[in-house]
């Protein structure tokens, strides 16, 4: 059970780059986020899903976009990155209802040149 | 809108000293609060949670929070760290929509 997969793990983009970040989990959950995490500030909300085929803003949207067309996979776009969006970003998922418990990738570490 | 405070930013301790990590947040309702750890180069773990009944909750190894209703307090404590807690610790509050808000995070440093 490989629970919440990031890829990559690392990448270096110049300002203007686009990229999408994946996030993938095995464990049928309907709940999936995209945070970012800064020092000192924790993680904060990008998007989120609460099932296939929706997104929701969450805390910090500007800059981003998020796709859910399959239910384990939630997409992360950057269309034209910035320096401010030089972060770590951690995808997360849970389950309907229940305890909000949610599941941590490994992280992406992202520096925008 | 909620927010969730941790006062220490860094805290440096020696192995076999007591650990107390603060976190206050603001929201007037019922919460559901949660501790994580991130230890260095991993995700974020849940390390806690407390959502009813006794207020002072354990978690995994040997950590332990006590909410305190009446000053909006979910702090956690350890009674002797190892080198191995050398992590950052992050606390979090399941606010009225469902969501997390996360405290800005707590780096530990044990020195052996």
């Known amino acids: 059970n490989a629970g919440v997969t990031q890829t990559p793990k690392f990448r270096v983009l110049k300002t203007g780059q686009s990229m999408t970040l994946l996030c993938a989990q095995d464990m049928n959950h309907e709940y999936m986020y995209w945070y970012r995490q800064d020092p000192g500030m924790g993680l904060r909300l990008i998007h989120y899903?609460?099932?296939?085929?929706?997104?929701a803003k969450g805390e910090v949207p500007d800059g981003y976009n998020v796709s859910r067309l399959k239910k384990q996979n939630f997409l992360l776009g950057l269309e034209s990155a910035a320096p401010s969006q030089t972060s770590v970003y951690f995808c997360?998922?849970?389950?309907?209802?229940?305890?909000?418990?949610?599941?941590f990738g490994a992280g992406t570490r992202l520096s925008v040149l | 809108a909620q927010s969730v405070s941790q006062h220490n930013h860094h805290v440096i301790l020696s192995e076999a000293a007591s650990l107390e990590l603060g976190c206050n947040y603001s929201?007037?309702?019922?919460?559901?609060l949660f501790w994580y750890v991130q230890y260095p180069g991993q995700h974020l773990q849940l390390l806690l949670k407390?959502?009813?009944?006794?207020?002072l909750v354990k978690g995994i190894k040997g950590f332990e929070a006590e909410f305190i209703k009446s000053k909006f307090s979910f702090n956690l404590r350890k009674p002797s760290v190892q080198w191995s807690d050398t992590a950052e610790y992050f606390c979090?509050?399941?606010?009225?929509?469902?969501?997390?808000?996360f405290g800005g995070g707590t780096r530990l440093m044990v020195k052996p």
């Open positions: 929201y007037g309702g019922t919460v559901n």
């Open positions: 979090a509050v399941k606010n009225a929509g469902n969501m997390l808000t």
């Open positions: 899903s609460v099932g296939e085929g929706t997104t």
């Open positions: 997360a998922s849970r389950l309907t209802g229940g305890e909000n418990i949610q599941y």
């Open positions: 407390y959502f009813s009944g006794d207020p």
